[in-house]
């Protein structure tokens, strides 16, 4: 009689500590929506790995796996890795694009990305703060490319062999 | 047996990220430096105190005593609270961070960025600016976060103050000042991932959620993401004014605070290691900044002293990665970007 109440025991405590398994693997899986502007869906799970696509903004992804800061993620047919600060489990808040007196299409970010939040801007300046907002612009619009940004770190010997054998 | 699968599941979910563990002996170091960066903060910064942090290491000294009690002992524990440590206060950044939208952070941190190049001129030189872009884009790409809203962005500034600032959705700033104390071009990764290291641990972010919360009249406790969302749906020119002046108060005046420069003294080291630069420049940078003049004044007048930030560095002993060698071409491009810059003062 003891002895099969403690085998009941047993076996509730496997099944709950199945379900704790279980319930922290499903909290890996699932999906993913993009974050910021131009995110790079990585060939490997590596800051200088090849990128293989840039999902857009909003974008929904189904994540395979995750290793260390990186999920791997599934876009329409293209499987690859992206860093765990460019995504967010929750949906985007509509707010962001009509708190800026935009519509909320991701298209609508995406210009507001590269123009900035002028309307509201604009008014701050006219409110008398002193802002250099040409300024923030050119700084804004400065940017290295991939390929130019990998070839700089090739040619100052910064790269481990593996990566320049890494090509797209 | 179930708190025993409960505290695995915890010490795996506070795992370092594969490519940290590939700099395993760094990020105990790190951890090291950690340790004694709280000591600091207790001795020499008590307005960093946190009651938060507090109560989360008292937390980890709670932990490492339940993993006594079932046996893992010695060294482990120590790794395993160093690591703990380290990537707690990583993840309590982190969430902050998540607490604010990265278009808002990137809204934010413009208009802040406007403010500033309002009041220091943008250094008109396309090389240079160039040039600081590409080594500081490299090592944000090895960075925690190695995109924000919209992309990391680099400027230098035409003044002769010794200095480097970052704010909120990556805009860094690096005097002219700065770029004539640095010798190589791993000196200035290390100045630039120092910056770098500020906003991917959301320092910034951290203070305008928590000014957004004492505004809201919330308390601490309040929830930062339900305080973002009303002001959100409501977003209007006072609540931008709000979260400007909160980080501009920082940038000019209060500072992020000994422990968070500290910490991104650590973090900046580690980034450039992982960009393939020798991580002992940024204590080579310090020991330099301790023998300016310069250290006194500006904006550093709100950070640790420089030989103590360098001291703790050294102490850890960092090693660049084991493909690294001096290269001709760095040397090079170094020299011909800061030609521009003179030798002479304003």
Same mark, same amino acid.
């Given at each position: ?7 009941? @025991? ?28 131009? $995110? ?12 293989? @696509? ?67 801007? $604009? ?18 619009? *400065? ?8 070839? =700089? ?16 | ?16 990220? $594969? ?92 208009? /802040? ?25 490299? /090592? ?33 700033? /690096? ?33 305008? /959620? ?51 420069? =500290? ?10 290691? *992982? ?18 003049? @310069? ?29 690294? *060698? @001096? ?6 491009? =170094? ?12």
């Amino acid at each position: 009689m003891i002895k099969k109440s403690t085998l009941e @025991a047993q076996r509730i405590i496997a099944i709950m500590i199945m379900l704790a398994v279980l319930a922290t693997v499903a909290a890996f899986a699932g999906q993913v929506h993009v974050q910021i502007a131009n $995110a790079k869906l990585k060939k490997s799970p590596q800051w200088f790995a090849a990128t293989v @696509a840039e999902p857009a903004l909003d974008d929904t992804l189904e994540v395979l796996k995750t290793t260390g800061d990186w999920y791997q993620v599934k876009a329409d047919d293209t499987t690859g890795w992206i860093h765990k600060s460019a995504v967010t489990a929750k949906k985007a808040k509509k707010s962001r694009a009509s708190s800026v007196g935009s519509s909320q299409t991701s298209a609508d970010d995406i210009t507001l990305a590269g123009k900035g939040f002028n309307e509201l801007e $604009a008014g701050y300046r006219k409110s008398g703060e002193t802002v250099n907002l040409e300024a923030i612009d050119a700084m804004e619009a *400065r940017s290295v490319d991939e390929a130019r940004l990998l070839s =700089f770190l090739r040619k100052g010997a910064l790269l481990p062999k593996s990566a320049k054998r890494g090509k797209k | 047996m179930i708190i025993h699968s409960i505290l695995l599941l915890s010490m795996l979910a506070g795992q370092p990220s $594969a490519s940290a563990r590939g700099f395993g002996d760094v990020l105990n170091k790190i951890g090291d430096i950690g340790k004694s960066v709280t000591k600091n903060k207790e001795a020499s910064a008590p307005q960093d105190e946190d009651p938060e942090e507090a109560a989360a290491q008292k937390k980890d000294a709670t932990l490492g005593k339940a993993l006594k009690g079932l046996g893992v002992g010695g060294e482990a524990v120590d790794g395993i609270q160093k690591s703990l440590g380290f990537s707690r206060r990583t993840k309590k950044a982190a969430e902050s961070t998540r607490d604010l939208d990265p278009s808002d952070e990137r809204q934010i941190g413009r208009v /802040v960025a406007a403010e500033i190049l309002s009041k220091y001129s943008p250094q008109d030189d396309e090389g240079l600016n160039d040039y600081v872009q590409t080594v500081g884009q490299a /090592v944000a790409m090895a960075s925690d976060r190695p995109q924000t809203f919209s992309g990391y962005h680099f400027q230098v500034l035409d003044s002769q103050e010794v200095n480097a600032l970052s704010i909120p959705g990556g805009f860094i700033f /690096v005097t002219r000042g700065m770029l004539r104390l640095v010798e190589s071009e791993d000196e200035l990764a290390c100045v630039l991932a120092h910056e770098v290291a500020h906003v991917a641990l959301g320092h910034g972010s951290e203070a305008i /959620v928590k000014a957004r919360r004492l505004k809201a009249g919330l308390g601490i406790a309040a929830d930062a993401s339900k305080t973002y969302g009303s002001k959100a749906s409501g977003r209007d020119l006072a609540a931008l004014r709000g979260d400007v002046k909160a980080v501009m108060e920082i940038l000019m005046r209060t500072g992020y605070g000994h422990g968070k420069e =500290f910490e991104a003294d650590a973090k900046g080291a580690l980034y450039a290691q *992982r960009t393939g630069y020798d991580p002992a420049a940024m204590a080579a940078v310090l020991r330099k900044l301790e023998s300016s003049s @310069a250290s006194q004044g500006g904006f550093l007048k709100t950070h640790p002293a420089a030989g103590k930030r360098a001291g703790q560095l050294e102490e850890a002993a960092l090693e660049p990665p084991a493909w690294y *060698r @001096a290269s001709k071409t760095r040397d090079t491009r =170094f020299a011909s970007a800061l030609a521009a810059l003179g030798g002479s003062g304003e």
